[in-house]
Nanobody, 122 residues
Framework: QVQLVESGGGSVQAGGSLVLSCAFSGGRFSDYVMGWFRQAPGKAREFVASVSWSGSSTSEGDSAKGRFAISRDNADDTLYLQMNSLKPEDTAVYYC???????????????WGQGTQVTVSS
């Protein structure tokens, strides 16, 4: 069974940067579209970004465009989210997700990590 484990969350000041990682196991990594979602208290889970099977194509949600970059290393079964110019409104639990097809909505993904907290202070 596919397992996903996020790491790299923490507390940063506004304007700072953070890199999240997601370790994939239990399947062939390159068979899966990978995505990042986030959820703030009282808010719905929000699409952040996704990356295609080979890493050649990416999609970014409005909150991520121009600031965040999703990537994957298929040689190391790892997904990344580089976050720059962080804002307090980026504060949320960030989840990585995997699916054979993927998409931009959370219900499109079969597998989820446990989440990692990102807190951005002003």
């Amino acid at each position: 069974q596919v397992q996903l484990v996020e790491s790299g969350g923490g507390s940063v000041q506004a304007g700072g940067s953070l890199v999240l990682s997601c370790a994939f196991s239990g399947g062939r990594f390159s068979d899966y579209v990978m995505g990042w979602f986030r959820q703030a208290p009282g808010k719905a889970r929000e699409f952040v970004a996704s990356v295609s099977w080979s890493g050649s194509s990416t999609s970014e949600g409005d909150s991520a465009k121009g600031r965040f970059a999703i990537s994957r290393d298929n040689a190391d079964d790892t997904l990344y989210l580089q976050m720059n110019s962080l804002k307090p409104e980026d504060t949320a639990v960030y989840y990585c997700a995997a699916d054979l097809q993927g998409g931009t909505s959370d219900y499109m993904y079969d597998y989820w990590g446990q989440g990692t907290q990102v807190t951005v202070s002003s």
